[in-house]
């Protein structure tokens, strides 16, 4: 494997190590729920739960989500789709 691919691979693990954990405190839930989680499936993932999310997934990746993208962000999995157009790598 050549390094830049070590170095992509590096960056990816990290992305989602990010991801993982703007998730599990966001809504204080264990890594093991993540990837079955969805829009309002717990009492802390709600319309304000929902804004919190999103604010800090833009701070911890530095990025600007727009509001299409925010009302489409309806799960773990819907929302690494969605940063992947941000240019975030999983």
């Known amino acids: 494997m050549c390094i830049l ?3 992509k691979n590096k960056m990816n693990i990290i992305n989602i ?3 993982n954990n703007v998730f599990c405190e966001t809504f204080e839930v264990e890594f093991s729920v993540l ?3 969805n ?3 717990i009492s802390l993932w709600d319309s ?3 804004m919190t999310l ?3 997934l833009e701070e911890v990746f530095d990025i600007m989500i727009d509001t299409d993208d925010i009302i489409d962000f309806s799960s773990y999995e819907k ?3 969605i940063l992947i157009k941000y ?3 999983f």
């Open 35 to 37: 990837s079955n989680l």
């Open 87 to 89: 240019g975030i790598e």
């Open 17 to 19: 190590e990010k991801y």
């Open 54 to 56: 999103i604010s800090n």
């Open 48 to 50: 304000v739960g929902h």
């Open 39 to 41: 829009y309002q499936d």
């Open 5 to 7: 691919n070590i170095k």
């Open 79 to 81: 929302g690494k789709e």
